[in-house]
Structures are given as C-alpha cells and as structure tokens.
C-alpha cells in the first residue's frame, strides 16, 4: 500500500505494488485526465512525468515509484514549460478529439525542459511513442517550435 | 471557460425542465420544449443566399430547442451532432452565432439530448454524426435558428419600447435603438420576454458581407478543456459507488461461452463474476482489478460454425463473388459497344479497424425498472433505444448522458458497446463502467470492409471512351439494418464511383454484395469512396500511363464537365510544383476525387528505398469544399484525414485465423508515428458554392495518390493495400 507524491499532494494507495500507476490515478485519485490507451506502453496516452521526466504510466507498477514526484496534466500548466506548450497548442489549434492530448502535451513538456531548442530529429525521438488518430502531428510539430521559440 | 459537462436532461413526454436546472437555473429561453410541440414551429426563409441550402419541406425548426440565453447574457447551445474532434462544436456554433449576432466567448456548446423529433437531421430524420455530413445538413437549419432567436429577441425590445422592430438593431448580444439615444438592452433582459412571442414565420439570414464568423478562423471551443485534463470522454465517468468491469467476448462472431474455469480467480477478493451467452466480464474495484481478475479466468470458447474461417478463404469467396454481374448503379451509353484498348484490372482494399484513442467504453445503472448511462455515441437516440430494447422498457426510461469521442471514425456509428455494457450492467448492483481494453476494442470491432473493384476501360487516341466497374464487398447497410438489400443494389456503396468525373461517355457501375463469414462489416472513416477512389484514381493513373500522358495532363484533358476539380487539379500541380525534377527511386501522384459534396486534388510525394521501404515526403492539397464554416478547422481535418489515410493505405491490414482476428494491438496494428508523417500542404478554393463535407475527403485521397506516387518512383503498380514493401524491392524492381 505504497504512499505517491502526484502534483504535490501525498495519496496512500490502497491497491497492490504491481498495480499500474495508470489505475491509481484514473481510478482511486480521480485523475481522469491521464488516459488509457493500450495498456502496453505502445500510444502514449498514459504519459506522465517522473521527476520530470516523462513515462508511461500503464506499466509503471506503484510499487517502484517511491518518493519520486509525479506531475500529470492537471497539474503541468503550473510549471513554467507545461504552460508555454499548452498555450502553444491553443494558439494553433493543435487538437482534434484530444484524447491522446494530455500524453502529447507531457511528452512535449519533457522535451522542452531536456532539449529548450529541439530539432526535427529531437522532435521525432521524443514523440514518436506518442500516438494521435486523428493525425495531427503536422501541428504538434510546429507547436513544439512555437514553444521553443516563446518567451 | 466552463464547458463541456454533459448535461442531463430528464426526458419525458413533458419536456426537459430539469435541463434548466442542469444549467444553473437560467432557463429564460431555449430548452423547455415539450417533445410535442416539436411539429409546430416553422421558420423557414422565404430567400436565401447563393449557396445556402434549402431546407427540405416539411422540416420545422424550433429555436427554442438550440439556444438558451441566462439573464447575465451567456448563450448555451444544443447542438445536435457530436464532438468527435472534427471541430463540430465549434462550427455549428458558428452558424447559430452568427445569426444571432453573439461573439463566441458567451456561448457553451453543450450535447443536445436524444430527441430525434427535435434534432433530427434535415435529411434522415435520424441524430448521426457521420459521412462528413454535420455541416451540410445543419448549415441553413442553425442559421435559422440564430436568425429566428435574434427576431424574437429584437421583437421583444420593440415590444417594450413601443418601436417598430425595424429600426432597431443588434450587436453582440445586445439589442440597440439607435433612434432613441442609443439605448440598448442586453439579450439576457430581453430572453423571458422572447421566449413568450411566437416563432417568427420568415426569418432573412445575414447577407455574406455582414457575417462575422461564419467562414472565419475561429478558435476552437471544446479545446481549452483538453489541454489542461479537465475534457471529460465517457471513459472518464467518476460516480459514488462505481465499479468497473472489463470483458472478454466471444473471440468469433456468433461464438458462445463453452465453460469457465475460476480456479485462480476465486483466490482473488472483492471481484464479481459475470458469464453471459457470449461475454465473460469481470466487476471490481478498478481496472486493473477487473483486468487481473478476467486475465484469471481460463475460458474455453464454442466458436460456432465459423470457427474455423481463415482470411485466404474469406478473399477466395470475395473474388469468385467479384466475377459475378452485379446491380445496375447507373449506366451511361454501351459500354460494350466503346472502341479501343482496353485495360483490364481489379484492385483490392483490406478489412479495417477504427482503433480510436479513447477504448470502447460505456456506464451504466440499472435501476428502479430504468436505466441512467454514460457515454460516447455518434448515434445517441439509437444507443438510448438500443439500452432500452435490451432492457425491456420503453426508451423515456432510460436516462442518457453524453459525452464527447475520443475519436469516433464511425466506430461509434453502432451500438454493440451500449448494449454489451447494459447485459453487463443488469447483472450488477450499482453503476459500472465497462471499459473494452484494446486488445477488445480492435478484435472486437465492426471492420472497414474487404472490397475488391474490378475495373474495364477503353483507350482511344489518348481519351477514355469506356468505363465499367464492379463494386463487390459486405454491405454495412445490410449488416447494421438485419434487412436485404431492394433490387441487390447498396447505393451507399456508390459514392466516389458513379459521379463520371471525367465525362467517359460509356460508363457503368455496379454493385454485388459479397456477404463476409466471420466477419461484422461497419462505417469506417472514408466509407465508400475509399475502395472507389483508390480504383477510379488507381486506374485514371494506369490509362495515363497506357496513353503515354502525363498523369495531370491527361486528368486535366478528361475534365472539361467538372470545373472545380479541373480548377482544384491546375492549382495542386502549381503548387507541389509538379514536373520538376526529383531523386531517383522518388515519384509525385495525384489524386483528383470528388466526394462528400467537397472537390478534392492531391498530390503524395513519396520516396522508396531499395529495400523497399516507403516514406512519405510531402502531401499537398486544394480542397474546394463551398462555403466554409470554420477555415483552419477545414485545413486540420484535411491534415488529419491524409495521415488517417496514409496510416491505412501503409500498414493497415486486419486478418482472420480461425475465426478470429489476428491483430491486438498498437505493436500489430500500426499506426502513422510523427517520426513518419510528412509535411502537409492544404490550400483552400473559396466560394459561395453549397458547403461540402470535410472529415473525409482527405483520407480517401491518400491511398490514391500514394500508389500513384509509388509507380512514378519505382515503375511498380500496387493494385492491393496495404503497400507491399517486397513488391517494391530494388531486387525486384531493377528486373521490370
């Protein structure tokens, strides 16, 4: 029954150590906006951030996590970088349905804190486990740029 | 902005009175409509603007079922199509605001409740959002509405003044006699008022220089809530007291439960249980119990009489099927009787899975000899009668919150998630969400059909004097409506085949049902004209070829009767600058597709490796889609659909092995990544012409265009999705 650290606020878990932080959030915390997607880390919809950095949280057993912090999309608009890719994909209308959004949007985020002035190629290492169906990847694309290059 | 909390309306024979309440009690206007009265309004305009459609006869339109307006001015809207990331939330309330003169940060879109007599579309009379049809069924019906709001509005102001309504005049949200100082009052004052004075008779529409949304590139108003994790999809339902449940169905169509061994299971606590005819679920605390608990179960399945279907049977049957005559779509002179050369050639697509983001996933409770449920449809008044046919109870009983998609692309045109989650649902005590996990969401899916379209032309001094060609796959209308086919002929198979874009002046199309074993067929994204694109652009690209033409020239040279494209076809060659040099082993193709109301050319730019490996460089597209709601939301579905498109026609492939469908997953069913999507051009042609559809002309103009662009870089035909990489070999190309 492990204790997690999400968005700054300490929950006691009632659920077993091998049980994906995906269900502890969705389920038990009420963080819906994290979604399920596969269920095998292979969509990116369940992205999260450890320690800032970005993980997938369908696998991510509760047990393994610790102390380490845990932002998920609720939460990243009040960090600096979570902010500026947000408004970014406002102002181009990245979204389509939006449900593979909240794991573009963390994925992104990781990659600006990592890499402030990504390239093409950092762009495609960082989000190419990110599924979106609706296909919008022409527009995260720029809004990835437009964020890099924003104050 | 507060928005996109799923309303609900209590519905009765009465009346939605509880939607008021749902609203934070402004009901002034709008919503208190008693189902009967639905027939008696009727605004219709006497004249419209160029373009604008006519409403057929006999539809009445009621303002008060669409808008609502608060005494502080907020405007809600009921909008009776679904938010599935197509933007319709947006511009549909672009086309009420705009009439009714309100700027779009008052108003919340909110989905309208199942009511068929109230939101019916023009056409069908059915609630549906599909075919790329939203806009093109609403446009002047909304505009109506906001029209006929605002006349009742600028009414009531004359009625309190003592003016004549004529000389007054509005401005966002505000009603202004300009002759009495300028005094103004605020539509929110003037809404209980309005809502008391008849439905005005003729409404006149804003001339198009007066409009100040419609056509304009408009911010998104669904958007702001999926950026942040607020957006609430029906997966996201959070009730006290639920459980939730996964599901194992029977892995064959028409398959039974044969036994189920629930010796690990039972050392596991808190879970329940649930064995139906045809469906295994298990009930727990969260989903990952309920997963874990289903994962426990050995289940033995009596996979029936197609238990045994393998997908090289299915496409033996679809071919011997294909050679048949089939029933006439439509004919045009003989041709048998039209000279040439003759080519003759038959291309085949694949079954196909949706596989949106959002799992399948429904919330029910069953209770007190009724039903509530949460959840995502593109058919809501058929998924609230389908909950209340299983049920037993009359469809007033079941109580429906609705929710946005997280991605629809048809998959939610059927109901099979509703009614597998209420079967579920009447076996537990409380509320339960039933969520499929993918890997139950794709093997479990209705699939894009299996075509094969086999095609004969004519080639004479460099025209097409012939065209015949035979559409054989399963009917989705035979398979969703349980009836046969009148006189053998699916007419919603024939589009993107019989428009004769080219002008052929022997042309024939027909249509043979070629019933799939193992299989459900459904409405993918695309629909017909994405078998009939690929064939008709495949094959317009081998008679350039045959007529030693350049693919554009001779398009071009074929287009004399159909302008807009001939137009669309010149622009896209411009500029994707068609003709210039390319690398070897890179080739341009294009697509010239009439479809969905809308005129679209495109051109794939692809390159192919000696291995035989396919990247797509570059697409570019002019679209001419009429009059245009919201442009930039028309570029994004165009983006989008291409990738939808591109993802198909490079890895899409669903295939059956003893009865059961192969694919599971992300890792085998693939889709497009951002590592491999091209760079994307759209351009837009602007006119007043009546609005076309736009969800979905960019995906059946991929496929087509990337075959095409395929032979121009490695001289090979691909005549068969999804792309075959060992066809394309250097080992095999080099000896053509």
């Not at chain 1, 902010?83 to 979204?95: G, M, P, T, Y």
């Amino acid at each position: 029954m492990p204790t997690l650290r999400i968005n700054g606020q300490s929950h006691l878990i009632d659920a077993p150590d091998d049980m994906p932080l995906l269900w502890a959030l969705r389920d038990m915390v009420g963080l819906t906006g994290t979604k399920f997607g596969c269920g095998i880390a292979q969509c990116g919809a369940c992205t999260v951030h450890l320690d800032g950095k970005a993980v997938r949280s369908c696998l991510l057993p509760i047990g393994s996590i610790g102390n380490q912090a845990i932002t998920t999309i609720e939460a990243i608009g009040d960090t600096a970088t979570g902010a500026k890719v947000q408004k970014a994909w406002l102002d181009i209308e990245v979204v389509q349905c939006g449900y593979c959004q909240s794991g573009q949007i963390m994925a992104a985020t990781a990659l600006l804190n990592a890499t402030p002035k990504p390239d093409d190629n950092d762009i495609d290492a960082a989000m190419a486990g990110n599924i979106c169906r609706c296909g919008t990847y022409v527009r995260i694309r720029q809004a990835i740029k437009n964020a890099a290059v924003s104050a | 902005m507060t928005m996109l909390a799923p309303i609900a309306p209590s519905l009765s024979r009465r009346g939605f009175l509880t939607a008021g309440a749902a609203l934070g009690g402004g009901l002034l206007m709008g919503f208190r409509i008693d189902v009967a009265q639905a027939a008696v309004p009727s605004a219709l305009p006497s004249a419209l603007p160029p373009g604008v459609p006519p409403v057929p006869n006999g539809y009445s339109i009621n303002p008060n079922a669409f808008v609502a307006i608060a005494p502080d001015g907020k405007v809600t809207f009921q909008i009776p199509q679904e938010e599935m990331g197509q933007g319709v939330y947006t511009s549909l309330s672009q086309l009420i605001a705009d009439d009714l003169d309100v700027a779009l940060d008052r108003v919340t879109p909110v989905p309208a409740p199942p009511v068929e007599a109230l939101y019916g579309s023009p056409g069908s009379g059915r609630m549906g959002t599909g075919g790329s049809r939203s806009v093109r069924s609403f446009y002047t019906v909304l505009r109506v509405v906001g029209a006929s709001a605002r006349a009742m509005l600028v009414q009531a102001a004359a009625d309190r003044w003592q003016v004549d309504p004529k000389t007054l005049r509005t401005d966002n949200g505000e009603v202004i006699d300009d002759a009495n100082g300028g005094r103004r009052l605020s539509y929110g004052e003037l809404a209980q008022a309005a809502s008391a004075l008849p439905v005005p008779t003729d409404v006149v529409l804003k001339a198009d220089k007066d409009l100040k949304l419609i056509g304009k590139p408009v911010h998104r108003l669904d958007t702001p809530a999926k950026v942040n994790g607020t957006a609430q999809y029906g997966i996201d339902v959070r009730l006290p007291g639920l459980r939730i449940a996964t599901l194992a169905a029977s892995p064959v169509v028409g398959g039974k439960v044969a036994h189920v061994d629930d010796g690990e299971f039972k050392k596991l606590p808190g879970l329940q249980l649930v064995v139906l005819d045809d469906i295994v679920a298990v009930v727990g605390p969260h989903f990952w119990a309920a997963k874990t608990g289903l994962d426990a179960l050995d289940i033995t399945w009596d996979g029936g009489p197609d238990g045994k279907i393998d997908s090289p049977q299915l496409w033996q049957a679809l071919r011997e099927t294909s050679a048949k005559p089939g029933a006439l779509g439509t004919n045009k002179g003989d041709t048998t009787k039209a000279e040439g050369d003759r080519l003759d050639v038959a291309y085949e697509l694949p079954f196909l899975s949706h596989a949106p983001m959002e799992p399948q996933n429904f919330t029910v409770h069953v209770k007190d000899g009724g039903c509530e449920m949460w959840g995502g449809s593109q058919v809501q008044a058929a998924a609230w009668n389908a909950a209340a046919k299983v049920l037993g109870i009359k469809p007033e009983k079941v109580v429906f919150h609705n929710y946005m998609l997280g991605g629809g692309f048809g998959r939610r045109l059927d109901v099979d998630m509703v009614t597998k989650a209420v079967r579920i649902a009447q076996k537990v005590d409380g509320p339960v969400k039933v969520v499929w996990t993918r890997e139950e969401d794709i093997t479990q899916d209705v699939y894009r059909p299996a075509y094969r379209n086999v095609m004969s032309a004519t080639l004479k001094d460099g025209k097409v004097t012939g065209w015949s060609h035979r559409i054989a796959a399963g009917s989705v209308a035979v398979r969703m409506s349980g009836k046969p086919l009148d006189g053998g002929l699916d007419r919603g198979a024939l589009e993107g085949a019989t428009e004769n874009n080219y002008g052929v002046p022997n042309f024939h199309v027909e249509f043979i049902e070629a019933k799939p074993r193992a299989i459900n067929v459904g409405y993918w994204r695309g629909v017909a004209p994405n078998n009939n694109v690929f064939a008709s652009e495949s094959l317009m690209d081998e008679l350039a070829l045959k007529a030693g033409q350049d693919p554009v020239a001779f398009r071009l040279a074929h287009l004399s009767s159909t302008p807009r494209l001939k137009a669309a076809v010149e622009r896209v060659a411009k500029e994707a600058n068609w003709g210039s040099p390319l690398p070897s082993r890179v080739g341009r193709g294009i697509c010239a597709q009439f479809a969905f109301g809308t005129f679209i050319a495109t051109i794939a730019e692809a390159e192919v490796d000696t291995s035989g490996h396919v990247r797509v460089r570059r697409m570019t597209s002019v679209i001419d889609a009429g009059r245009v709601v919201n442009p930039d939301g028309m570029l994004a579905q165009v983006q989008g659909g291409l990738i939808f498109g591109l993802t198909a026609a490079l890895y899409g492939e669903i295939t059956i092995k003893d009865g059961r469908v192969e694919q599971r997953n992300f890792n085998d069913y693939r889709m497009m990544r951002i590592n491999e999507a091209p760079s994307i051009d759209v351009y837009m042609i602007e006119n007043t012409e009546a609005p076309g559809g736009i969800g979905e002309p960019g995906v059946t103009a991929a496929a087509p265009s990337l075959v095409n662009a395929i032979a121009a870089a490695t001289g090979v035909r691909l005549r068969r999705l999804p792309i075959d990489r060992d066809k394309l070999a250097e080992r095999k190309t080099a000896s053509l």
